[in-house]
């Protein structure tokens, strides 16, 4: 494509409607529903617009500028990025943040797609004089830099060894309820604001209650937790109101006296100690809840 017309690799309406739609899910769609589409819908439309954000900024030679948009992804969605991403946000004032979940790069399957927009743009322009595309470039690039994550990201925050990534519990009690199970059952529950070392968001989001900070804060930790033969330490979890009389328990991380080796083992013992801390709580409801 000519220099002059390369505008069109941002003026048509694959680009426009794609970035209505990336924005519309990660401010509203994630927050109301969260669940595999939502998540996925995000990757599926960042990878099918970027290159064509590439193209439009370096328009010599699409080829490439699919193939990096690839490449630039899956950097993007390992642990690599990380160094990266923490640098960034000591330096700038809008955070960003990922979730390494390698069932993301199902999304490289729109790549093909993409290249065959790019080669047929002249289809799907947009005929406008007074739309110049550096009025799509600003917002574009915020609205990449500010996606946010699905809502039960804002749960689930955990320092410890071990993490417990998406295991919740749903107790049919209010969150005063289930603290006061909790304390009957001798554990000393305390606020845990490790989290907004890394989410300083997250302060922000939830405030504090003034009168009773515990009933308004979602995270949580319990020092020491001893069943049976296993010791658990460092016990961070997060309580979700669904309702007045259901809360949803987030097992976030914890530590453990065993080493953890190898991914295998760490996912291993991530569903023995799942299954354990559940066992647990409904145990400890039997003995000191009210009856339903």
Not at 134 to 160: C, D, N, Q, V
Not at 207 to 213: A, C, E, T
Not at 276 to 285: C, E, N, T, V, Y
Request: include cysteine; charge should be positive.
């Amino acid at each position: 494509m000519k220099a002059k017309n390369r505008k069109y690799y941002l003026l048509n309406f694959i680009f426009v409607v794609g970035l209505i739609v990336l924005f519309i899910n990660d401010h509203y769609l994630k927050l109301e529903f969260s669940n595999w589409f939502t998540g996925k819908l995000s990757d599926f439309i960042g990878i099918l617009i970027l290159p064509m954000v590439l193209s439009y900024l370096f328009p010599k030679s699409i080829t490439l500028n699919v193939l990096f948009a690839g490449i630039f992804f899956v950097f993007w969605k390992s642990p690599s990025s990380q160094p990266l991403i923490d640098i960034y946000n000591q330096i700038t004032p809008i955070k960003i943040t990922r979730v390494v979940d390698y069932s993301d790069l199902i999304a490289l399957c729109i790549l093909p797609i993409s290249y065959y927009f790019l080669k047929k743009i002249d289809t799907f322009k947009i005929q406008s004089k007074g739309l110049r595309p550096i009025l799509l470039i600003i917002p574009t690039i915020f609205i990449f830099m500010a996606t946010s994550p699905p809502k039960y990201l804002r749960y689930t925050y955990s320092e410890g060894k071990l993490k417990c990534h998406r295991c919740p519990k749903l107790v049919k009690y209010s969150k005063e309820e289930f603290l006061e199970i909790l304390s009957k059952n001798n554990y000393i529950v305390s606020l845990d604001s490790s989290h907004l070392k890394t989410y300083n968001r997250y302060d922000t989001f939830w405030g504090r209650d003034s009168i009773n900070p515990m009933w308004n804060y979602p995270f949580y930790r319990i020092d020491t937790i001893v069943i049976d033969e296993d010791t658990i330490t460092n016990f961070q979890f997060a309580l979700e109101r669904i309702s007045d009389n259901k809360t949803k328990v987030w097992i976030n991380g914890m530590d453990i006296s065993e080493e953890i080796p190898e991914y295998k083992v760490e996912r291993k013992l991530r569903k023995y100690y799942r299954r354990l801390i559940k066992k647990h709580i409904r145990q400890s409801i039997r003995a000191n809840g009210r009856k339903k």
